[in-house]
């Protein structure tokens, strides 16, 4: 089991920046992806970012919505990932989620994931 906490949503107006953080704890070790989806009422989760925790390989993939724009990394302590948005748009207002896994599947397929967050509202205002 692994449990996931988000925070650092909040409201901010266009061109603006938020980083979200996840911390991880429980069954960390075997779950090592880490994924930022995001989700309207009424629409599948969309996939944001995701990373894989080995730093040796550095490896992240990233919607192209948000290329250029968010960055997502780990922590010093392996259990924190981060999400840096900048540039922010009025599109990207929505509930950001958290996701951990072993990705037995896609990156932006929320299948791929065993693990979510309660997620943290991120609101982007024109």
């Known amino acids: 089991q692994v449990q996931l906490v988000e925070s650092g949503g909040g409201s901010v107006q266009a061109g603006g920046s938020l980083r979200l953080s996840c911390e991880a704890s429980?069954?960390?070790?075997?779950?090592?992806?880490r994924g930022w989806f995001r989700q309207v009422p009424g629409k599948e989760r969309e996939a944001v970012a995701s990373?894989?925790?080995?730093?040796?390989?550095?490896?992240?993939y990233y919607a192209n919505s948000v290329k250029g724009r968010f960055t997502i990394s780990q922590g010093n302590a392996k259990n924190t990932v981060y999400l840096q948005m900048n540039s922010l748009k009025p599109e990207d207002t929505n509930m950001y989620y958290c996701a951990a896994g072993v990705l037995d599947g896609s990156w932006y397929s929320a299948r791929s994931y065993g693990y979510w967050g309660q997620g943290t509202q991120v609101t982007v205002s024109s």
């Open positions: 429980g069954d960390t070790y075997r779950n090592n992806w």
């Open positions: 990373i894989y925790l080995d730093t040796r390989n550095g490896i992240t």
